[in-house]
């Protein structure tokens, strides 16, 4: 029988025997149901532990090689990532004019960013600045 249907049986069978707990009343039936709940549950977390460990060797012989292993060239994403660009567009940027300011509206500009700082100490500033 698979691993995954076996697990599926007995999480059924803990299901009907917790619900059969609420309703006895009796000490002795009551402890032999909680043992076999117990028994239930290490089953299911070894069936479980199977189930991942066969998962987890699937996707290493699928992919060739250990699976959530981000690292190099296996990190696909950073390639996606790339953006081709026409170098026609630079040309147009060329003819944009660069805004100039005066060297008083620089001092002001400046004076509102320290503004700004003010809680922070001298030394944070400087390295921010």
């Known amino acids: 029988m698979n691993l995954c249907k076996k697990d599926k049986k007995l999480k059924e069978q803990q299901q009907i025997l917790e ?8 000490v002795e039936q009551l402890a ?3 043992d076999d709940i117990a028994a239930i549950k290490s089953e299911r977390s070894l ?5 991942t460990d066969r998962i987890f060797k699937i996707d290493w012989m699928r992919k060739a090689r250990r699976s959530r292993s981000m690292r190099g060239a296996e990190n696909l994403a950073a390639y996606q990532r790339e ?3 026409d170098s026609n567009c630079f040309l147009y940027m ?3 004019e660069v805004e100039s300011r005066t ?14 700082l003010w809680f922070l100490t001298k030394k944070e500033r400087t390295v921010y600045i």
Do not use: T
């Not at 060297?103 to 700004?116: A, F, G, M, P």
């Open 19 to 26: 619900v059969k707990k609420r309703h006895i009343s009796d």
């Open 103 to 116: 060297d008083k509206e620089i001092q002001i500009l400046e004076d509102k960013v320290l503004d700004l």
């Open 94 to 96: 060329q003819s944009i």
């Open 83 to 85: 953006i081709s660009i």
């Open 32 to 34: 032999a149901l909680i």
């Open 47 to 51: 069936y479980s532990s199977m189930i």
